[in-house]
């Protein structure tokens, strides 16, 4: 045990958290995770799982009570369109996010652990740059003036801020990256906070053939979706190298998401019409600028959007048919 690495995952039952355990025991660590519930879809592989809130004092300080090598924090209150821009939750999400950010933040100072990562999300970008569904821009520079699009992006950015006066202050080493809608197996499918991949593979999934599937707005909005190995090479590159970020993690292939449900359609193989309805949406345009991380890590995202949804439609076509 001397010589194993140490971590911790705070949120390590949610979707990415749980794959990160995954890939963190796999590359030999030992790992802790916490997280107000168990992954959903299968069991955790940590090394000590604890159910806790951390929007909790005591529980904070019962899991970062050593100085792990890392931390990774990923707990977050969130969810797909149909969650964070129906205005209902913000209170929850504002609360809930930038409590848990404080308490982790300030132990792991305290703590003096090696390196802490921090999960942002592109929807700190401002909607000003984003309603050209066909030239979005969301360079990691454009992030000022700010004017993020939900209550759910401003509590990212708060964050982002936070963990960065923490490096400037009492030099806590962290790493800020900006997700772009991470998908996958194991990712929610349905219920309401599920995002437009998952949510697109299940009704495409539970439709008759000729049969029709219902989408919010016409369609022309556009988006890029990241393969959740790709985001977790993404991570682990970035905590290896001397780059704080924040930097975009998401993939440059913009798609309308139109093109995404027939993509999937191609995938299952059905004919399906595409009944476009109100609801929810978000800004017009969004897409990963990759140009930093290139020039930061050497590296990028370049798995076909097309292989990511095919491994995530039939894992979510199994799971109907449990």
């Not at 991470?182 to 929610?188: A, K, L, M, S, V």
């Not at 292939?253 to 993509?263: K, P, S």
């Not at 399906?272 to 990759?290: E, Y």
Request: proline fraction near 4%; hydrophobic fraction near 35%; include cysteine.
């Amino acid at each position: 045990m001397e010589n194993t690495k140490k971590a911790l995952v705070c949120g390590a039952g949610g979707f990415i958290g749980s794959h990160l355990v995954k890939r963190l025991k796999n590359e030999g660590y030992w790992v802790r995770g916490v997280d107000l519930k168990k992954p959903d879809f299968s069991e955790s592989v940590a090394d000590e799982f604890v159910i806790g809130d951390l929007r909790e004092q005591s529980v904070c300080r019962s899991v970062l009570d050593q100085p792990f090598d890392e931390v990774y924090q990923l707990a977050a209150d969130m969810g797909g369109a149909g969650y964070i821009f129906t205005g209902e939750h913000d209170a929850d999400v504002m609360h809930n996010s930038a409590t848990i950010n404080l308490n982790i933040a300030d132990l792991a100072q305290k703590q003096k652990v090696g390196k802490i990562f921090y999960s942002s999300s592109a929807c700190m970008y401002p909607a000003y740059n984003q309603e050209d569904p066909n030239n979005p821009n969301c360079r990691e520079d454009s992030a000022y003036p700010a004017n993020p699009d939900s209550e759910y992006g401003w509590e990212k950015l708060f964050s982002e801020r936070l963990y960065l006066s923490y490096l400037r202050n009492y030099g806590l080493q962290v790493r800020i990256a900006r997700f772009h809608n991470i998908f996958g197996p194991e990712g929610t499918w349905q219920g309401g906070k599920e995002k437009a991949p998952a949510a697109i593979c299940r009704k495409v999934a539970q439709a008759q053939e000729g049969g029709e599937i219902e989408m919010w707005g016409d369609g022309e909005q556009t988006r890029s979706f990241l393969y959740i190995d790709e985001c977790l090479e993404g991570v682990r590159r970035l905590m290896q190298s001397d780059f704080t970020g924040p930097v975009n993690i998401g993939s440059d292939e913009m798609v309308t998401i139109n093109q995404l449900a027939q993509m999937t359609m191609g995938i299952a193989n059905k004919k399906l019409s595409i009944k476009h309805i109100p609801g929810p949406l978000g800004v017009r345009g969004r897409n990963s600028d990759n140009k930093l991380i290139k020039e930061k890590l050497n590296w990028a995202p370049n798995t076909p959007l097309t292989d990511g949804i095919k491994k995530t439609y039939e894992w979510i076509e199994k799971q109907i048919n449990l």
